[in-house]
């Protein structure tokens, strides 16, 4: 079985400064790496997937992560946060393979908070 | 574009009332999953069904039944609701053997006295 951590439950930055969302999963197979954000009432929207090949992924709004095998970590970075990036970000890992069917387990969330 | 639509989207109830979520998926997904919310404990797997005409039980099934009514629909439902129950439920869907993300609704903010 796999597992997530998410090592910081509240993250506050104030507005334009870099951040990073800190990811660790524990896994015997090889696996794939999501984040995903919600704001507040609403549903989770993807931002960025770790499926294979390049380690750095960029997704949307800026963001971009960094998969460390040996680390077994999948950090979450922005270089200059907005207003608008306040909401709880959620890792998740799905192992590969076909007995996996897509089942997502995920860490705890980080709630980003930006300040002006 | 409606995506996954869930309903309804709030809810409360007495304990050892019954009830069931609907969850819709017009994207043409094989696989659908439902997973509840509570705070510090991001979402958990409750039940999944990674084809039409299966299911199967995820992380924290008990006090809960599914059914997969067709390609697009698939219901979450509680026999004889508890308070342990009050949370947010959130259907998703993707077609993982395309290694496709999983796609959410917008939740079902249920509480129960």
């Known amino acids: 079985a796999q597992s997530v951590t998410q090592l910081d439950s509240q993250v506050p930055v104030f507005e334009e400064a870099p951040v990073e969302l800190r990811c660790n999963y524990s896994s015997s197979v090889s696996v794939y790496l999501f984040w995903y954000v919600q704001y507040p009432n609403q549903g989770l929207q993807l931002l960025l997937k770790?499926?294979?090949?390049?380690?750095l992924v960029k997704g949307i709004n800026g963001f971009e992560a960094e998969f460390n095998k040996s680390q077994t970590s999948f950090h979450l970075r922005k270089p200059s946060v907005h207003i608008s990036d306040t909401a709880e970000y959620f890792c998740?890992?799905?192992?590969?393979?076909?007995?996996?069917?897509?089942?997502?387990?995920f860490g705890q969330g980080t709630i980003l908070t930006v300040h002006p | 574009n409606a995506g996954v639509t869930q309903t309804p989207k709030f809810q409360v109830l007495k304990t050892g009332q019954s009830m069931t979520l609907q969850c819709a998926q017009d994207m043409n997904h094989n696989s659908m999953y439902w997973y509840r919310q509570d705070p510090g404990m991001g979402l958990r797997l409750i039940y999944y069904?990674?084809?039409?005409?299966?299911?199967d039980k995820g992380e924290v099934p008990n006090g809960y039944n599914v059914s997969r009514l067709n390609k697009r629909e698939f219901s979450l439902r509680l026999e004889s609701a508890a308070p342990s129950q009050t949370s947010v439920y959130f259907c998703?869907?993707?077609?993982?053997?395309?290694?496709?993300?999983?796609?959410f609704g917008d939740g079902t903010r249920l509480s129960i006295l």
């Open positions: 770790y499926l294979s090949g390049s380690t």
């Open positions: 998703a869907s993707s077609n993982w053997t395309e290694y496709q993300p999983q796609h």
């Open positions: 069904s990674a084809s039409e005409g299966t299911t």
């Open positions: 998740a890992v799905s192992t590969a393979g076909g007995t996996s069917y897509g089942k997502l387990t």
